[in-house]
């Protein structure tokens, strides 16, 4: 069955970048696009960027360009996103999901990521 | 960007019907999609496609669709289903866009 297993929760200084990964399994990581969003506490749910893992392809929420990288490792089957220039409202849980590619016309993310906790503070 | 715009919170009694709306220019040519978060886990698609549900996802759940508007209509509405619900579509550049959330309160 399909998963997303992301890695553990992150206490980081106001400044530094924090590195989030996200195993996939159950499915190949480059057929499906895979998308970062975060809910701060108080706050709705907020779409960061997406990633294609076959092409590098990206887009990103135009709050978070410059300041966003995506990667993967097929070998592993691992996404990973780095947040730069943290501060404390990039405080978050950090969820990694799936897509179709959007060119399909379909654009649910259909399975998630548990979280990952991003706590910024000095 | 373009937004999504759902009512901040909807309350009703169980076994009555809920509905939530989700109007935006997104919508004008893009499916809408919907989303239920309960406290301390990760959303979980509801809807996709205007009205499809996904496989395990209860009958009470339906999606429906005028124009740029799309509604979810929760019917015969459980305790359970006390949660947030996000809406969203995307944009021409297929960015993503979500609602602003909406609190469903079982009184």
């Known amino acids: 069955q399909v998963q997303l297993v992301q890695s553990g929760a992150e206490v980081k200084k106001p400044g530094a970048s924090v590195k989030v990964s996200c195993k996939a399994s159950?499915?190949?990581?480059?057929?499906?696009?895979m998308h970062w969003l975060r809910r701060a506490p108080g706050q709705g749910l907020e779409w960061v960027a997406w990633f294609n893992p076959n092409s590098g392809g990206t887009m990103y929420a135009q709050k978070f360009q410059g300041r966003v990288t995506m990667t993967r490792d097929t070998s592993i089957s691992t996404a990973y996103m780095e947040l730069s220039g943290l501060r404390s409202d990039d405080t978050a849980m950090y969820y990694c999901?799936?897509?179709?590619?959007?060119?399909?016309?379909?654009?649910?993310?259909?399975?998630w990521g548990q979280g990952t906790l991003v706590t910024v503070s000095s | 960007s373009s937004e999504l715009t759902q009512p901040p919170s909807v309350s009703v009694s169980p076994g009555r019907t809920a509905r939530i709306t989700c109007s935006g220019d997104s919508l004008r040519g893009h499916f809408g999609y919907w989303y239920q978060q309960k406290a301390g886990q990760a959303p979980v698609l509801l809807i996709k496609?205007?009205?499809e549900r996904p496989s395990g996802i209860p009958e009470r759940f339906s999606g429906s669709r005028s124009g740029t508007t799309v509604t979810l209509t929760i019917s015969g509405v459980q305790a359970e289903d006390e949660a947030d619900y996000y809406c969203q579509s995307a944009d021409s550049t297929y960015t993503w866009v979500f609602g602003g959330g909406t609190k469903l309160t079982v009184l």
């Open positions: 496609k205007d009205s």
């Open positions: 999901a799936r897509s179709r590619p959007p060119e399909y016309g379909d654009y649910g993310n259909d399975y």
């Open positions: 159950g499915y190949i990581l480059s057929d499906y696009y």
